[in-house]
């Protein structure tokens, strides 16, 4: 069921809480050997958050609309009480004394937390190949990549475990791993959902948002861990817009929407093309029209960012230096060893190559006498391309592209070409650089290898429900067209010995 069938069973009495839970956690002991979405499942924990939910619901008390509706969190997010490592031996075993306010949000709206789930290192990846516990794989097809950073989250929604789950979004990894899980992935806009009490690998990139089954789901999830919080300086202190009215409309007549001219042709999978030209024909027989776009600086994003995120990421990570949090190893053969060599050999033991190569980039271009070369021009490139967003935001109410150029590629294909692997985020970066909100939707399976594509729908700035509104256009435009969602079935997997 959809997180939204699924609550209205629980408020009707139909179901309780405490059985829709245990569903969910059957479900993770059966079929998570095969596939590695969870890194912690928190059985006792979430069970006890059911049956309060029950307790206060047979009271008469009034409750959320997620309220009893199980729900996974990126590992990422601090949980008190349930173990953070961020998919790396440099966190192994730390459990947070505090909730970050995304988790907070979610214990206010009774939503039992059945767990943690798997990423690349420190969010740093592509695939969910990078983490220090195993990959995570696609439910689709075991043999190949959930997406990343956030595939954890995905894969368990995909494989039917729960049916919602936060990931976080920094240059796509909500959304490139929705796409080629066959669910829906939101970030919001930069500043909608509070960073506070999330592990940061990119200050001004990082956005936490919703993993679903559908796009009423989505809009569900968003508004109950949106808002403005103070503990966050980047918060936006506004209300977070009507996003399930917008969900609930799905209406796109007489809208304009901008099909970004960049994003797509060479480099782009012919299904997954095919795919997404389907989507724009059934939203032009729906009333919508069509234009085309040019964002010309979005050519030079993916060089942009990935000068941005490792910069930040070095400033980020520096604190876990074996002094004041993470990973403590004493150097082999030294005797009286110094804090730096203690330092460098927990760094060394606790990170990943990736996790590795991207501080070394980013310290490089920090460094005296290159940031104005580096970091200062990819900021620049930043500016110009937010440019590119306001003057196609002119010609159009909403964007559409791809959310990912191809489908779940094979794992370890690409473990080796890091170049390979980061260009699996070039049509999405550019919202992150911008701050724009985005979402994707399946947009069916492509011709080539059956596996799922997705469409990307990309908004103005706190503009959110534009993208409620036609990602759910285009949900319910392509569930006529096939006769029922794309997850109608959760898979059938064989638990891997």
Known sequence: ????????????????????????????????????????????????????????????????????????????????????????????????????????????????????????????????????????????????????????????????????????????SIRQPGAVTGTVGAKPTYGGVSRYGLVALASSLDQAGPVTRSVLDAALLHEAIGGHDPMDSTSIDQPVPDLVAAAQRGDVKGLRIGVIKELGGEGYQAGVRGRFDDVVTLLTKAGAEIVEVSCPNFEYALAAYYL?????????????????????????????????????????????????????????ALSSGYYDAYYGSAQKVRTLISRDFAAAFEQAHVLLSPTAPTTAFKLGEKLDDPMAMYLND????????????????????????????????????????????VGAAIERLLHEKWGGPLLAEAPELEVRA
């Open 308 to 364: 941005i995120l490792p910069s930040e990421a070095s400033s980020n990570l520096a604190k876990f230096d074996a002094m004041r949090y993470g990973l403590r190893v004493a150097p082999d053969g030294v005797d009286s060893p110094s804090a730096e060599q203690v330092m460098a050999a927990s760094r060394d033991a606790g990170f990943g190559d990736e996790v590795k190569r991207r501080i070394i980039i980013g310290t490089y």
């Open 1 to 172: 069921m959809t997180a939204a069938d699924l609550a209205g069973k629980i408020a009707s009495g139909e179901l309780t809480s405490e059985e829709a839970t245990s569903a969910s956690l059957d479900r993770i002991a059966a079929v998570d050997g095969a596939i590695n979405a969870f890194l912690h499942v928190d059985r006792e924990g979430a069970l006890a958050t059911a049956r309060d939910i029950d307790k206060r619901r047979t009271a008469g008390e009034k409750l959320g609309p997620l309220a009893g509706v199980p729900v996974a969190v990126k590992d990422v997010l601090a949980t008190k009480g349930m173990p953070t490592t961020c998919g790396s031996k440099m966190l192994e075993g730390w459990v947070p004394p505090y909730d970050a306010t995304v988790v907070e949000r979610i214990r206010a709206a009774g939503m039992p937390i059945v767990g943690k789930t798997n990423m690349d290192e420190f969010a740093m990846g592509s695939s969910t190949e990078h983490s220090a516990y195993g990959p995570t794989r696609n439910p689709w097809d075991t043999g190949r990549i959930p997406g990343g950073s956030g595939g954890g989250s995905a894969a368990a929604v995909a494989a039917g475990e729960v049916p919602l789950a936060v990931g976080t979004d920094t240059g796509g």
């Open 426 to 469: 070039v049509a999405t970066i550019p919202a992150n650089l911008a701050g724009v909100p985005g979402i994707s939707v399946p947009s069916g399976l492509a011709d080539e290898d059956g596996l799922p594509a997705g469409v990307q729908v990309l908004a103005p700035a706190t503009a959110d429900d534009r993208l409620y509104n």
